[in-house]
């Protein structure tokens, strides 16, 4: 697989893409102050590789605002992007149009070398504590070497640093010699966030850090996770297909579906009235730790699999499974539209004057003339 | 020959270890428990508690060596498996006894066509022409939900996507009857819709075929759905067994409530997360006393010297702890205020 060539957009100099920058368009929710980071029309395609044909549209078109100190939960099943969204917000994978607003920079558009000078705000925690510490550099080296790389300090005076790092993490500072494979997966995760704090980053994109943990273990990280960004005031993008670690630890949530940007709203709202039919069916999917809540509750059970994001389905990605699907579904893409105040769904289905699918009449879809209306924009 | 308590599965005293270089592991050492006909049991744990090896000590598919089940009974319908010749084990294995695994990817031969892998099994234990396989395959992929089965029969696994190739799994697993379906993390490699559907295809045939399932998860989540009873394992050893929702309400051994407590609810707000400190011990080199005492919030100088007993909290309710009678008493005392606070406090909203 191999990138798609950026489009022309991408080709202004980096100075046109600031200054264009500066006139974006307000966020998109108000009320909630400016934006640490603001994505908008994010686009990352992967072309299948040589005589292949077919174009995967991993990140299509996803436009969503992180404010400074929250986190925000980003959900969705295998292969619906958000990964790829992760990454290419750190430009970890290239993204092929779109920008990514920091501090006035637009990140997507940066040289490689404005992009390094970034990174140091910019950090990740990956999901596999096995495969992400290189097995040969000791703990000290792991952690230490960001401080190396980005000339932060060195000597004895690094050696404090990652002293109070290891301490800060909860582990303790006589590992500082020991090798990766010393360390059970809670501690290895420890040792990646204690990498990832090195730089001291004000955003973390944090990559299902918890989803190869034993439950006992996933609560002390998401334990410490939270600590950490009370003690230093750190923005999470927090991605992962647990649902309920991602109603644990976010202020609000973004549900993907095969690229899209479906749902957004913040985390008590979404779980307690999801407003578009796939987010619905994934939140009533979630089993829940009590019997009796298990043996009363109608689970909504979708029919067959995600389609493959090669060729994803038209109009909506989601109406080869939605139990409400209608033919406009399969011609119109809908928008991500505010229904309530700060709770975005895409769906034409539902409008801000009829937010309940459940409610609306058979065929009928409100949101349809906005749908339309925004896609002429374009 | 049926048992006359409605036993069809009881395993005494098993103890499977393993001899590594680190020393013997007693990866199972001294598991106790029944499974009544028609009934789903769950083991929930976390890894390297024992869940898995269990199961695989009663359908006698330990590794040897470097395992060996050292000693116990698992007795099914009135026989030790245990004391069967491979010959007779196998005759029970597949037949009497079906298994589902984690993993879908790897657990079906990725050369073969999905038909001959499901047909291969009533061939051999019903014996079955090709033709009678081949359709009573199609029938258990219908069965199954898999969409225009007698097509997608002569597919290979690798057309099929992670939730299909588990219904696979599960038709394969069914094909002969089984009196008991071990399903070891049957939805743990799925995502959550998926795992929905397979959930739900397990209870539906269960309730048309009255199979006894053993469910085998770190999920207190899909255990609280899909069981009768619970049995804790941590650390090779029976926490903690009761009926479900007894388990649930009323848990009488620190770690059960320390593992309850830990797993976010989504239905809830909480504030921080309850989280039980340390590390599970290496089972290598095993403490003298409680296997849990170093990580439990209420150790005592008894729980570091002597083991704990298997304590009788409540009717069908054993829990393995110094202090088991003490713990029931406070998870009584809580959900009682609980029950309380909430009969008070007016509904929100």
């Known amino acids: 697989m191999g990138l798609v060539e950026r489009d022309e957009h991408s080709e202004m100099s980096t100075q046109e893409s600031n200054l264009n920058t500066l006139q974006t368009p307000p966020p998109i ?26 174009i995967v549209k991993a990140v299509d078109g996803v436009t969503f605002d992180i404010y400074p100190g929250e986190t925000l939960g980003l959900v969705g099943e295998s292969g619906c992007g958000k990964t790829t969204l992760g990454r290419a917000i750190l430009r970890l994978i290239e993204p092929t149009a779109g920008q990514v607003l920091y501090h006035g920079k637009d990140l997507a558009h940066l040289s490689a070398r404005e992009m390094r000078k970034q990174r140091r705000h910019l950090q990740i925690i990956f999901q596999d504590p096995y495969a992400s510490l290189n097995p040969r550099m000791t703990v000290g080296q792991i952690v230490g070497e960001p401080l190396d790389t980005f000339r932060i300090a060195r000597g004895r005076e690094a050696d404090e640093r990652v002293q109070q790092l290891l301490e800060t993490v909860g582990l303790s500072k006589r590992f500082i010699k020991r090798y990766p494979h010393e360390f059970s997966g809670g501690q290895r995760q420890r040792i990646g966030i204690a990498r990832a704090l090195a730089v001291d980053p004000d955003f973390i994109v944090a990559d299902e850090p918890i989803s190869a943990l034993d439950v ?150 409100p949101g349809l003339a906005a749908a339309k209306s925004a896609s002429s924009g374009l | 020959m049926t048992n006359p308590n409605g036993n069809l ?31 789903t049991l769950g083991i929930v744990g976390e890894s390297g508690s024992g869940k898995s090896v269990t199961n695989l000590s009663i359908i006698r598919l330990i590794p040897q060596p470097p395992g060996k089940i050292v000693s116990g009974e698992i007795v099914f319908d009135g026989v030790d498996i245990l004391s069967l010749a491979e010959k007779d084990v196998r005759k029970i294995r597949g037949r009497r006894i079906a298994m589902i695994f984690q993993d879908p990817m790897t657990s079906l031969n990725p050369f073969m066509k999905i038909s001959r892998q499901v047909m291969e099994i009533t061939q051999l234990h019903l014996g079955h022409t090709k033709r009678q396989a081949f359709d009573h395959a199609v029938r258990m992929l219908e069965t199954v939900g898999i969409p225009d089965a007698r097509a997608r029969a002569n597919n290979y696994p690798h057309e099929f996507s992670g939730g299909m190739r588990q219904r696979v799994m599960i038709a394969m697993a069914l094909s002969c009857e089984p009196e008991l ?74 770690y059960t409530k320390g593992l309850l407590r830990s797993v976010p609810d989504p239905t809830a707000e909480q504030g921080a997360l309850y989280q039980i400190p340390g590390l599970p011990p290496d089972l290598a080199h095993l403490p003298p006393g409680c296997p849990f005492a170093a990580r439990c919030d209420r150790a005592q ?34 959900a009682l205020t609980n029950t309380l606070q909430k009969g008070m406090s007016t509904p929100p909203q």
């Open chain 1, 29 to 54: 929710a108000d009320g909630r102050g400016e934006p640490l980071i603001a994505i908008r029309d994010l686009e990352v395609y992967f072309d299948m590789g040589r005589g292949k044909k077919g």
């Open chain 1, 216 to 365: 006992s273990i996933q609560a002390q990280i998401m334990n410490l996770l939270e600590k950490l960004q009370r003690e230093k005031n750190l923005t999470y993008l927090f991605i992962s297909h647990d649902l309920r670690a991602i109603r644990h630890v976010s202020d609000r949530v973004a549900v993907m579906y095969l690229g899209k940007l479906v749902e957004i709203a913040d985390a008590k709202t979404i779980y307690a009235d999801p407003l578009m039919p796939y987010t619905k069916a994934l939140i009533s999917a979630v089993p829940v730790p009590d019997p009796k809540v298990e043996a009363s509750r109608q689970r909504i059970v979708l029919e067959g699999d995600v389609p493959s994001p090669i060729n994803p389905p038209r109009g909506c990605r989601f109406h080869t499974r939605c139990p409400y699907v209608i033919q406009a579904c399969k011609e119109v893409v809908p928008p991500l539209v505010e229904i309530k105040p700060g709770h975005f769904a895409a769906c034409i289905r539902i409008s801000p004057e009829q937010p309940d699918i459940e409610k609306v009449a058979p065929g009928d879809a």
């Open chain 2, 9 to 39: 599965l009881e395993v005494r005293e098993l103890r499977t270890y393993f001899d590594t270089e680190d020393g013997e592991v007693k990866a199972v050492d001294g598991v106790t428990f029944q499974l009544k006909r028609g009934e």
């Open chain 2, 181 to 254: 379906l071990i399903a070891d993390e049957p939805t743990t490699a799925l995502d959550v819709t998926i795992q929905a559907q397979i959930l739900e295809l397990i209870k539906t045939l269960k309730r048309a075929t009255g199979t006894s399932v053993i469910l085998i998860t770190h999920d207190l989540g899909v255990v609280a759905g899909m069981t009768d009873h619970l049995i804790v394992m941590y650390a090779g050893k029976v926490f903690e067994q009761a009926p479900t929702s007894e388990l649930f309400a009323l848990p009488g051994n620190p």
């Open chain 2, 301 to 334: 100088e008894i729980c570091r010297e002597e083991f704990p007993p298997f304590v009788q909290v409540a009717p069908e309710h054993y829990s393995l702890c110094h202090f088991a009678d003490q713990v029931y008493n406070d998870s009584r005392r809580e």
